[in-house]
Every structure is written in C-alpha cells, then in structure tokens.
C-alpha cells in the first residue's frame, strides 16, 4: 500500500459544478497535509493545508481531514475550466520533522466548459 | 506567501556542460530545500535533500557527483548539473520549508535542455 495514494483520474466535471478530491494514507501519525495544483509544465503551487480535524475554507476551495478514516479530501466548489490541473497531496514523511514530503500520485481535474 | 525564486527558468546548452541552477528564498529562512526532478507526464521525484551549512542527503540512485547541492545560506542552494547529457534534460523543481511540519513552497522550475 502506498503512503499516500490517490486516484489519478482523470475527474471531469463540468463548470459550475462541486469538484472533489480524495487522498487516503497509511501512516496514523500524520499530522499534516497539503494540497498542491500542478498546471501541466509548470511547478506544484500550495492551494491549502489542514492540520485539524474537520473543515477548512478558502475561498471556493475546502479541505477536509479525517484522522480516523485516514482520508483528506480538497472540495471545488463552483469548478472553471482554469481549475483544470494536476492536484497532489502530501503530508511530512514519517516523525523524523525532516521536512521531506511524501505525494499521492495526483488527480488529473477537468473542467468542461 | 511564502515566495521561493528559482532562476534560470530555462536552460538549452551542448552536451559536457555544466548547469548551475539556484533557488532562493525571498521572505522566509529556508531551513531545508528540495531538489525535484520531473520528466514529462510523470510525477515528482524528489533527488536531495539540503539544510543549510551541511552537506546535502541524496535519494537513492541519485549521483551526489553528478548533482551538486550547495546551501550555503539560509536563503540560498543551488544545484550544479555536472557534465551534462541529454539523458539529464528534464525539468528540476527545487522547493524550501522554514520548519519539518510546515508546507514546502515551490519554485518556478527550471527546464533543462541538453543538445
């Protein structure tokens, strides 16, 4: 089993429509995770963290945690086709606090005008 | 945000070049950086990893004499592509955290091209 695995899709939605995400992981003491965009041939940028149990919010983005299922998952609300990209989560690799990330194999997102 | 700038974002040379290649932190301490590797359609793999005044721990299979790492400052790494082949083109990623648990801020890239 991979520590942090995803579907790689692809996921299509069509715009307007909610996006979700998923992410499961192995490693109950994980404690962090990240959600990062890839745009194809350009580098990961951060979109959202969750440290906490539950939901966060940023704008048209949420981020959902469940420690006890272990699974992470990034909500898009109202999708556009410039959501269109390569979403990655990650979480710090083991408690050695060495900063290394350990990444899903991402989720492939179209959005379909 | 955080801002991590990496520089050149684009690089073509002949064959037995050397490439240098620097990331910096602009509005952070970068106590450790990444050095990434991603070949089209493919995903992220994660070459070394550098803290600042030691010597950098490379990944498995990944030549240290090959690819030199630097961290010479809390700002600043670079990465030197030694002897460059075209079996080395590729795009390199290099990323900063300013502690273990905080996320890791990217830099914008750099395609290398070896003819």
């Known amino acids: 089993q991979k520590e942090v695995e995803q579907n790689s899709g692809p996921l299509s939605v069509p715009e307007g429509a909610i996006a979700s995400l998923n992410c499961t992981y192995s490693?109950?003491?994980?404690?962090?995770f990240f959600w990062y965009r890839q745009y194809s041939g350009k580098s990961p940028e951060l979109i959202m963290f969750?440290?906490?149990?539950g939901d966060k919010e940023d704008g048209r983005f949420t981020a959902q945690l469940n420690k006890a299922s272990q699974y992470v998952s990034l909500l898009i609300r109202d999708s556009q086709p410039s959501d269109s990209a390569t979403y990655l989560c990650?979480?710090?690799?083991?408690?050695?606090?060495?900063?290394?990330?350990?990444f899903g194999q991402g989720t492939t997102l179209q959005v379909k005008p | 945000g955080a801002v991590v700038s990496q520089h050149p974002s684009r690089v073509i040379c002949k064959s037995g070049t050397s490439v240098k290649i620097e990331c910096r932190s602009l509005?952070?301490?970068?106590?450790?950086m990444f050095w990434y590797r991603q070949f089209p359609k493919q995903s992220l793999m994660l070459m070394a990893t550098?803290?600042?005044?030691?010597?950098?721990?490379?990944e498995q299979g990944v030549e240290k004499d090959k690819f030199l790492i630097n961290h010479a400052s809390l700002t600043l790494s670079t990465l030197t592509v030694t002897s460059a082949h075209p079996e080395d083109s590729s795009f390199y990623i290099c990323?900063?955290?300013?502690?273990?648990?905080?996320?890791?801020?990217f830099g914008d890239g750099t395609r290398l091209s070896i003819l």
């Open positions: 990323s900063a955290t300013s502690r273990g648990n905080q996320p890791q801020h």
């Open positions: 490693d109950r003491g994980s404690q962090s």
């Open positions: 969750i440290y906490s149990n």
């Open positions: 990650a979480s710090p690799r083991g408690s050695g606090n060495t900063g290394k990330l350990i």
């Open positions: 509005d952070f301490q970068a106590t450790t």
């Open positions: 550098s803290n600042e005044g030691s010597k950098a721990t490379y």
